[in-house]
């Protein structure tokens, strides 16, 4: 059985508008592999020195950083994001030996404290940006392996992701 037209057309309206892009989420596109997981929430690839003004338009409040201080050699990133205005933190996760019920801890806190301010929270790739999200949905929220995984995987979990499963799994046996 077919729906009206006219429900179909309200539908569709309604789709578009709830998928429709907002004025921040269009500056911030713009990064590199950036992606909208959360309300008040924006993952991005590197930040290069030309992505600050970017932020300023996107109406970022914080940024939290994941890189390394070795990542970017070129670029003071904290000096140059706290220039612009915004806030900014530093977490460095080199890969998988820093995924630590300790720094998950320390993510929730920086995450917490942002509240409800837009926070762009990044590393090179978005990957250990989704590996800190899938263990911290686990270690802090209960949520299953499964569900964890899922929601790094909306964050940018990629390569890490069997070393989050496996840190799931030994805490699971243990």
């Not at 429709?20 to 991005?44: C, G, I, M, Y």
Request: with cysteine; net charge positive; glycine share 8%.
């Amino acid at each position: 059985m077919s729906r009206p037209r006219w429900l179909s057309n309200l539908l569709a309206v309604f789709t578009g508008a709830a998928a429709a892009a907002t004025p921040a989420q269009k500056a911030l596109e713009h990064l590199p592999d950036a992606r909208f997981p959360a309300v008040h929430r924006v993952v991005s690839g590197c930040l290069l020195a030309r992505d600050i003004p970017l932020l300023t338009r996107g109406q970022v409040c914080e940024v939290i950083n994941l890189r390394q201080a070795g990542e970017t050699p070129d670029f003071v990133e904290g000096a140059a994001v706290a220039a612009a205005g915004i806030a900014y933190c530093h977490l460095p996760i080199g890969g998988a030996a820093d995924l630590t019920r300790a720094n998950v801890e320390k993510f929730d806190q920086l995450l917490r404290a942002a509240g409800d301010q837009l926070t762009l929270v990044h590393c090179a790739s978005g990957n250990r940006v989704g590996a800190m999200v899938a263990l911290r949905a686990a270690w802090i929220e209960g949520k299953s392996t499964s569900e964890a995984i899922a929601e790094g995987q909306r964050w940018g979990l990629k390569g890490l992701a069997p070393e989050v499963r496996a840190r799931l799994k030994q805490d699971a046996e243990a």
